[in-house]
């Protein structure tokens, strides 16, 4: 890996955030503007959203000195767009977070400065029974954690935070073993650097909040099918670990 002259590189998947995207950009700008955090570039990735969201994008690009927007075409999963964002960052430190920036803006230079002092991943981690509102959420959300943590990722109280940095070493080891490209990806790519003998840190995100109302932070999937797809991915998790396929 040649020398980056970009210090972080901050990926936002973004799909259907047309109503949104301009504004959570634009608030990222003001808030990168009274910070120190040297050389930031800012990786939108995208995929075909008949909202605008890309357009809206494209729109703020004069905000930033370092910026573009990755078109994917057709939707695959947020881990796919993920993937793609931490694999042609050029960031010595790479952080995906969610377009509605439901976890605060002041957890970059948080995640940051642990990273440059050694932490390989840093990830956000809230209090999952009080963050949901309605009692299906809040038990879905709690026991999927649980079964989580029981099958291949003991003692991370959240993998589901879209809120992860990694050093450009732990992303380029990472995320090419990654085979998830929908809701799952966070847990494997988690267990992908547990195998790898990555040391993960958390910080405490309690005061992460959801702009959205709703379900609407699930982008058309119903929770009960998010829920079952993240039960059965885990297991293939699992599987694929015994396996050796992320070796």
Not at 186 to 207: F, M, P, Q, S, V
Request: hydrophobic share 45%; proline share 3%; with cysteine.
């Amino acid at each position: 890996m040649t020398k980056s002259t970009i210090d972080l590189s901050l990926i936002i998947p973004a799909y259907m955030e047309g109503k949104i995207i301009k504004q959570s950009l634009n608030t990222l700008a003001d808030y990168l503007d009274a910070q120190h955090l040297g050389q930031v570039e800012i990786i939108v990735v995208t995929a075909d959203s008949p909202d605008g969201t890309t357009e809206q994008a494209q729109s703020v690009a004069g905000r930033f000195k370092h910026f573009r927007v990755h078109q994917l075409g057709a939707r695959v999963g947020k881990g796919r767009d993920v993937r793609a964002g931490m694999l042609e960052a050029k960031g010595r430190y790479r952080l995906f977070m969610d377009a509605d920036l439901a976890t605060p803006l002041e957890h970059i230079a948080q995640s940051y400065e642990l990273l440059k002092n050694g932490a390989p991943i840093v990830i956000a981690v809230r209090d999952l029974f009080s963050i949901h509102k309605g009692i299906f959420r809040k038990f879905m959300s709690s026991f999927g954690n649980l079964f989580i943590q029981a099958l291949i990722l003991p003692g991370i109280k959240d993998t589901q935070c879209g809120f992860k940095g990694f050093s450009a070493v732990a992303a380029e080891e990472i995320f090419p073993l990654q085979t998830m490209m929908g809701w799952s990806f966070d847990a494997e790519i988690l267990k992908i650097a547990r195998i790898h003998g990555y040391r993960i840190t958390t910080i405490n995100a309690n005061d992460w909040h959801d702009p959205k109302t709703g379900d609407m932070g699930l982008v058309g999937d119903s929770p009960l099918k998010a829920a079952i797809k993240t039960f059965s991915d885990t297991i293939v998790i699992a599987i694929n670990a015994v396996k050796g396929v992320y070796r």
